[in-house]
């Protein structure tokens, strides 16, 4: 049978056996998933935040090069599906460093490769900025802030 014939006998069906018949499809081909989820979302209709909030991953942060913008997450979910590490933009890892341990939203960008969203620490929580330690040319007067006009004598 060809496929506009298909798609005559698809379009026929009631809406929820339509959709059963694709999710069976789906199940049975799943590679497909991908360029289906990326024809629908956004042109036909929004990704449910379902796959954002019940889905998450874990892994460790494997690179970080803040020139370029962007580092890498080593992830063995993501490793087995796609045989890769995820990417992830710095405006994501915030304060995160290599080795550390993080979950996040996995997506697929243009390329159809995982990208990373909303990374967070392995228990779920944003990421603690540790503020540098200030360099003191006088520690007599640490307290004053350096401020002549605070100094103690």
């Not at 874990?58 to 796609?82: C, L, N």
Request: charged share 25%; net charge negative; glycine share 6%.
């Amino acid at each position: 049978m060809d496929a506009r014939s298909l798609t005559d006998l698809l379009s026929a069906l009631d809406g929820d056996s339509a959709v059963h018949l694709i999710l069976e499809v789906l199940k049975l081909r799943p590679a497909l998933s991908p360029a289906v989820v990326g024809f629908a979302c956004p042109a036909l209709t929004y990704a449910p935040a379902r796959g954002m909030m019940e889905r998450r991953c874990r892994g460790v942060v494997r690179q970080v090069d803040r020139a370029q913008g962007f580092g890498y997450i080593a992830s063995p979910e993501i490793e087995a599906t796609f045989g890769m590490d995820v990417l992830v933009r710095e405006s994501q890892l915030r304060a995160f460093q290599a080795g550390d341990e993080v979950s996040f939203t996995c997506v697929l960008n243009e390329e159809q490769k995982p990208q990373a969203f909303e990374v967070l620490t392995a228990n779920g929580m944003p990421p603690v900025a540790v503020a540098p330690v200030p360099e003191w040319t006088d520690w007599n007067h640490w307290a004053d802030g350096n401020d002549p006009k605070k100094r103690r004598l």
